[in-house]
């Protein structure tokens, strides 16, 4: 069976995580140290679709939750 990731994505989530233990990994807008291993795994895939590597889409459900949470903060 097929990988579900190429191994461009793979090699590009291995070097965040090496970037992510150095104390070297920083987030997106903020530019704080990323302390996820989560979060270093979802840059790193982020980056890899970026590049037009095959990565699976994002799952239905946590699209749609994120959606949802945008959508809620404004009602108050």
Request: glycine share 8%.
């Amino acid at each position: 069976m097929a990988s579900k990731y190429s191994p461009k994505a793979r090699s590009k989530v291995k070097r965040v995580m090496h970037e992510k233990k150095e104390g070297t990994l920083k987030s997106g807008r903020s530019g704080k140290k990323v302390k996820s291993r989560k979060q270093a795994i979802a840059i790193g895939l982020s980056e890899a679709r970026k590049e037009g590597a095959k990565v699976p889409r994002k799952s239905k459900t946590k699209r749609k939750s994120k959606a949802k949470r945008k959508r809620g903060s404004r009602s108050r």
